[in-house]
């Protein structure tokens, strides 16, 4: 009874939120100048054809930056969780 | 245009065929092939949408490493679930 | 435990071709779709094959721990170092500076169509390179750590 309860709540709350935005209208309000000038000048600007790359690696460089710093950031951390060797093997720096 | 939308709904019903499939199987193995195979339909579905960089990081990690990295771990487990009590 | 004599072949078939086309979209990743973290994860799906498809011992000749991880550094030292060379030009960090100077990497290009030159683009394919080196080191040596890692039943 209390699981039904719950979820038909659920459905009504999920339910009023698919029909607010079905209201709204897609993609609005449009903001285009930064795509404009990426379309227009990321291939004179960086002389690289893919635009993708061109904003990844250039123009927004330092977010990958990051992205690197994570994944190596993940390495450590999984190194540190499987650290119990394999038999016969020694540890590098004892 | 109606091509195009019959292919989507087929790419979607496949991506749903094999979400359910991977809840289903007792078999974890088998679970984890269809966890791969949503990968793929799902690199597919990018690359209708035309976001090829997003296709090809789907497909290797999706469907290629997270696949190993369950293999390795049934390995160091068990293959079956077992039944509930 | 070792898998089928099947599955082992195809793994050591699909191994240079896996290798070969992560080095393709990491190499071309400023011209095509794909780039350094897609050409490493391609590459890295090459080494998980031939992580799967054997054990550890058997893999150890030719996927080596220590490799993976000066890999690993050196992709995210390049980036860095890529990154920080715009400083001796007094320009800020992570500038293009090689681009459309005619240069090594800096063939001047016109806005249109690339018919395949490979050498533009400045910095990027350097950043390129760095990350999917990093890429490729990082998430083999993920694999290689777990299957080192889980002790496995005796068939």
């Known amino acids: 009874m209390k699981t039904a309860v719950l979820y038909a709540i659920l459905l009504i709350l999920f339910g009023g939120l698919l029909y607010i935005v079905t209201d709204l209208p897609f993609g609005q309000p449009c903001k285009a100048d930064m795509d404009e000038y990426f379309i227009r000048n990321s291939q004179t600007q960086t002389g690289a054809n893919n635009v993708v790359t061109s904003v990844v690696f250039d123009f927004r460089g330092f977010d990958t930056l990051g992205e690197a710093t994570v994944l190596f950031t993940a390495v450590l951390g999984v190194g540190m969780m499987f650290r119990k060797l394999h038999e016969g093997e020694e540890y590098e720096n004892d | 245009m109606t091509a195009f939308l019959v292919l989507q709904a087929l790419v979607l019903l496949g991506l749903l065929a094999t979400a359910v499939m991977v809840v289903a199987f007792k078999d974890l193995l088998a679970a984890a092939i269809a966890s791969a195979a949503f990968s793929l339909l799902l690199a597919l579905e990018f690359y209708i949408l035309q976001a090829p960089d997003v296709a090809i990081a789907e497909a290797g990690i999706g469907a290629g490493l997270t696949t190993a990295i369950f293999i390795i771990a049934i390995r160091g487990t068990k293959r079956h679930e077992e039944h509930d009590q | ?155």
């Not at chain 3, 054990?55 to 080596?64: K, P, Q, V, W």
């Not at chain 3, 016109?110 to 490729?136: D, K, Q, R, S, W």
Request: aromatic share 8%.
């Open chain 3, 1 to 155: 435990m070792k898998m089928t004599k099947i599955v082992r072949t195809t793994a050591d078939v699909f191994y240079p071709f896996c290798l070969a086309f992560g080095l393709y979209v990491v190499m071309h990743g400023h011209l095509t779709p794909g780039g350094g973290f897609q050409g490493g994860a391609v590459m890295a799906t090459g080494a998980a094959l031939l992580i799967v498809a054997r054990s550890y011992e058997d893999i150890t000749g030719r996927l080596r721990k220590g490799v993976l991880k000066v890999c690993e550094a050196t992709g995210l030292m390049l980036f860095l170092l890529a990154g920080l060379s715009g400083l001796l030009k007094g320009l800020p960090f992570m500038a293009n500076w090689l681009t459309q100077t005619g240069g090594w990497v800096g063939k001047v290009m016109e806005f249109g169509p690339n018919g395949g030159e490979l050498a533009t683009g400045g910095l990027i394919p350097l950043l390129n390179v760095g990350v999917g080196i990093e890429v490729l080191g990082g998430l083999s040596i993920i694999l290689l750590y777990m299957i080192s890692g889980t002790k496995e039943k005796k068939p």
